[in-house]
């Protein structure tokens, strides 16, 4: 990608109005910028309920099996099934697999832990339905990211059979802001500004610690979760949420690779329609999802 167009992109998420206090605004604004990556070219788009919550299916027309679980990210209060379509697409056509996209409850009108129980649900509906859980992945961007987290460590502790593999884009895994990369980052993350972590963590946990490890992930158990492909860009405040999760998971002997792309912006993957790296990121957790999947 050149300057330029990195430029162009950067206006684009600057100008979206993410950062409007009334959160109706703020939300049409993202349905607005999620437009940006259309639906893929071979995916069929269809809408569907499991445990009693609304999902989209991305079917590819080749399909080669197996199920892609995908948690929207939007700091718990924004991002639905209209502004991840095409990022999902893309992800469903690489990976050859069918993406359950879930439209969970949103903040502040459904507080903490109403995503991540619904992100649970919908992963026990699929294993009630017969699916294997090795034929499930899971995958999520920021806030979607440490949803699947979550559902992972939950599903663990309930005596779950876990799925196969997840993808994390940029994940939002840290709600007590004490990353080392928040600082240094701050004038070239055009995504997450000053006060958003605390504002969108804040409307979701309505009062309870920042550091709950379902809330903030990182600060959970990572044995015996499944193995792991983690992406973010350079151009993160939240750069050290990846860094610090990756280091985890090793340490408890998970496998787990972790990608920084330089320059890159916070879930640059939402870009794909427009960005070279979106689209390669995409591309290749198909592969690492696809070779997990069999």
Not at 101 to 117: G, I, K, M, N, W
Not at 230 to 257: C, F, N, P, Q, W
Request: net charge negative; proline share 5%; charged share 20%.
């Amino acid at each position: 990608m050149s300057d330029q167009e990195r430029l162009a992109i950067e206006d684009k998420v600057r100008n979206a109005g993410l950062d409007s206090e009334d959160v109706a605004v703020t939300r049409a604004n993202y349905e607005r910028l999620g437009t940006t990556t259309p639906l893929v070219e071979g995916v069929i788009a269809e809408p569907g309920t499991i445990a009693g919550l609304p999902v989209e299916y991305l079917r590819p027309v080749q399909d080669l099996g197996g199920i892609i679980l995908f948690f929207h990210g939007g700091g718990y209060m924004i991002g639905s099934l209209n502004t991840h379509r095409g990022l999902a697409s893309h992800l469903a056509f690489a990976a050859g697999a069918t993406v359950i996209a879930v439209d969970y409850r949103l903040a502040p009108e459904h507080v903490f832990p109403a995503a991540s129980d619904d992100c649970l649900a919908v992963y026990k509906a699929l294993l009630a339905e017969g699916h294997g859980a090795k034929t499930i992945t899971l995958a999520g961007d920021s806030a979607g990211g440490a949803l699947v987290v979550a559902t992972l460590m939950s599903a663990r502790d309930a005596g779950l059979s876990l799925p196969a593999a997840a993808y994390l884009m940029s994940p939002f895994v840290d709600l007590t802001g004490s990353g080392e990369s928040r600082l240094p980052k701050m004038n070239v993350d055009v995504v997450v500004r000053p006060g958003m972590i605390e504002g969108m963590g804040g409307a979701y946990l309505n009062g309870v610690a920042t550091d709950n490890p379902t809330a903030s992930p990182l600060f959970g158990e990572y044995a015996g979760l499944p193995p792991l492909l983690v992406h973010v860009g350079s151009y993160e405040t939240i750069l050290d949420d990846s860094m610090r999760l990756a280091r985890k998971a090793a340490m408890a002997d998970i496998s787990v690779e972790l990608k920084v792309w330089p320059k890159m912006p916070h879930v640059f993957q939402l870009f794909a329609g427009e960005l070279e790296e979106g689209r390669q990121s995409l591309h290749e957790a198909g592969e690492f999802l696809r070779t997990h999947l069999g």
